[in-house]
C-alpha cells in the first residue's frame, strides 16, 4: 500500500530517483492527501538542506536535475528553483555547454550570469542577417585586448608577382596558392608508395601555386614552386627531393621556378608562364 511511510523510506535511504518516479507519476494522489503532501514537503526540505550544504554525491546532482523538470508539480517556490539552478550549474562547472543551458533560466543571478558570459566568450555568437531563417552565421569573440596577429598571404615579393602573373595568364582558370598536398593527391592511394618520413611529411607540406580546372570539378592541373636561396639549405632540399618524389609517384608535374636574374619581374614571369600554357596546351582542353 501506497502511502507517506514509503517516501519517508526512500528519503532516509537517499534514493532519489526513487522520489522522482514517485512524485511524477502520484502527483494527484498527493495532491488530495494531507499526509503526503506534508512527506512532498519534508522531502524538498531535506533536498534543499543538502544543496546548500554542497555536499551531494552525482547520483543526488543527476535527481536534482530530474526534481527540476517537475518543477510544477513539486509546486517549488523561486527561490527553491534558483537554489537547483546554482547547485546544478556548478555541478557542471566542467562541461560548459551543459551548465549554460541551465544558467539561462536565471541570467541575472550571479553564478548564472558568470556562466552565461563564460559561454558567450568562449562560443561562437550569432551574426544578425535578412537570411536568419535558412542561414546560420556565428562568429567568435575577439576580446578588446588582444591585438590582431594576421600576417600577408605572400612571404616575398617574388610570390606576389608570380601570381599576379599566374592570375592573367591562366585567367579562366582558378589560381590558389599554399595548397595542401592532400588537397591535391589521394593520401589514401599513394600511401602505400610512401616511406614514413615521406608520409609525415606529406601530412604537412604544401604547393606554393595550384591552377585548377573550374570547368571540372576543380580540378588540380598545373603545380608550381618558387624557389629561392632558402632551397640551397640542406634541410630544404631533403624536403624538396621527398616533394618531388611524391609528385612523381602521383603521376604529377611540379615545375620548380627559380629566378636567375634578380631583375625578373611580372612581366618576366608572364612570359615564361605564358610560354608554359602553350606547351601544356593540349593537356587543358
Not at 601570381?163 to 591535391?184: C, E, G
Not at 611524391?246 to 619581374?265: E, P, Q, Y
Request: overall charge negative.
Amino acid at each position: 500500500m501506497f502511502n507517506q511511510e514509503v517516501i519517508y523510506t526512500h528519503l532516509k535511504k537517499e534514493e532519489w530517483d526513487e522520489l522522482v518516479k514517485i512524485f511524477y507519476y502520484k502527483q494527484d494522489l498527493i495532491s488530495n492527501d494531507p499526509l503526503l503532501k506534508q512527506s512532498l514537503s519534508v522531502t524538498l526540505e531535506a533536498i534543499i538542506i543538502k544543496v546548500k550544504e554542497g555536499n551531494g554525491q552525482d547520483n543526488f546532482v543527476e535527481a536534482l536535475e530530474s526534481f527540476f523538470q517537475i518543477k510544477e508539480k513539486l509546486g517549488l517556490t523561486e527561490e527553491q528553483e534558483v537554489l537547483f539552478v546554482e547547485a546544478i550549474v556548478k555541478s557542471k562547472k566542467d562541461n560548459l555547454p551543459a551548465a549554460y543551458n541551465y544558467a539561462q533560466y536565471y541570467p541575472t543571478n550571479k553564478v548564472c550570469q558568470e556562466v552565461v558570459l563564460l559561454y558567450k566568450k568562449d562560443m561562437p555568437q550569432e551574426v544578425s542577417h535578412s537570411q536568419g531563417h535558412s542561414i546560420g552565421v556565428t562568429e567568435n569573440e575577439v576580446p578588446i585586448e588582444y591585438p590582431n596577429l594576421s600576417k600577408p598571404l605572400f612571404n616575398s615579393v617574388q610570390e606576389v608577382d608570380f601570381f599576379l602573373a599566374l592570375k592573367r595568364v591562366f585567367d579562366t582558370y582558378q589560381v590558389y596558392p599554399n595548397v595542401a598536398l592532400s588537397s591535391i593527391i589521394d593520401f589514401e592511394s599513394i600511401s602505400p608508395k610512401l616511406e614514413g618520413n615521406e608520409k609525415s611529411f606529406f601530412l604537412k607540406a604544401t604547393v606554393d601555386f595550384v591552377v585548377f580546372e573550374p570547368f571540372r570539378n576543380y580540378f588540380p592541373i598545373c603545380f608550381f614552386e618558387i624557389d629561392s636561396i632558402y632551397h640551397d639549405t640542406d634541410r630544404q632540399q631533403v624536403k624538396d627531393k621527398m616533394k618531388d618524389r611524391i609528385f612523381s609517384l602521383a603521376g604529377l608535374k611540379l615545375m620548380r621556378i627559380r629566378k636567375v636574374n634578380n631583375n625578373i619581374n611580372e612581366e618576366g614571369f608572364e612570359q615564361l608562364l605564358r610560354e608554359i600554357r602553350k606547351q601544356l596546351a593540349g593537356n587543358l582542353n
